[in-house]
């Protein structure tokens, strides 16, 4: 699959890109999707959720009525989760919501993400750029000038670029990563891709090792 290199105006600049059929041409796993996606969701999580169990809440241990002859759920002290105001039963802990996956199904993950944004023609290749200064406006038209304004669009990048990274920060739908930080998630989130051409050359090395 051949995309023409545009530049920051929207213009082509008369060169071509084949894309690389091992990463952006297989058959997508979907199950391996999901694995990678969970993992990266549950890794955001704090896990530092927490309920009092009745143990842990402050009443008296009076038994509050008869254990028989009542007419409802037998239940002992103030504190039961039966009564309102009581303990919770079961109720979250804190705890480690990270897991581990196998390297080669993360890359598998990756390749998914991206052959799918391939099938959607959700890619676009841009020459590598930078701004003079961090300004919203001049990311703002970058995204105009490639039609992508009002959709999510994910930039990858090949190294740190302080002033399209500031430029970009306070857009709700546009994010700036580095190709060698990509993962799944962030691809399956994203309405469009845009890469540049060194980025292209680092997932194509990173994900064909």
């Given amino acids: ?25 297989i058959e997508p796993n979907d199950h391996v999707l999901y694995l990678d996606v969970k993992q990266y969701l549950g890794n ?7 309920a009092k ?10 038994k509050l009525g008869r254990q028989k002859g009542g ?15 009581g ?39 841009v020459e590598d750029f930078n701004f003079e200064a961090p300004k919203t406006k001049d990311f703002i038209n970058v995204t105009k000038n490639l039609k992508v304004d009002g959709k999510k669009v994910l930039l990858l990048l090949p190294d740190v670029n302080k002033n399209v990274y500031l430029s970009a920060r306070n857009l709700q739908r546009s994010e700036v990563m580095l190709a060698s930080s990509l993962n799944a998630y962030k691809v399956l989130n994203a309405d469009v891709l845009v890469v540049t051409e060194k980025s292209l050359e680092i997932i194509d090395e990173i994900l064909t090792k």
């Fill in 44 to 50: 955001q999580r704090q896990g530092t959720a927490k």
């Fill in 87 to 125: 303990g919770r039963v079961f109720g979250p802990k804190p705890r480690d919501y990270r897991t581990k996956l196998n390297k080669k199904v993360k890359v598998l993950a990756r390749k998914s993400a991206l052959s799918y944004k391939a099938q959607e023609d959700a890619i676009l290749v």
């Fill in 71 to 85: 007419g409802g759920a037998r239940h002992g002290d103030i504190n039961s989760p039966l009564l309102k105001g």
């Fill in 53 to 62: 169990e009745r143990s842990e809440h402050a009443g008296s241990t009076r």
């Fill in 1 to 25: 699959m051949e995309l023409s290199v545009l530049n920051i105006k929207g213009q082509e600049t008369g060169r071509k890109v084949s894309l690389n059929e091992a990463v952006f041409g």
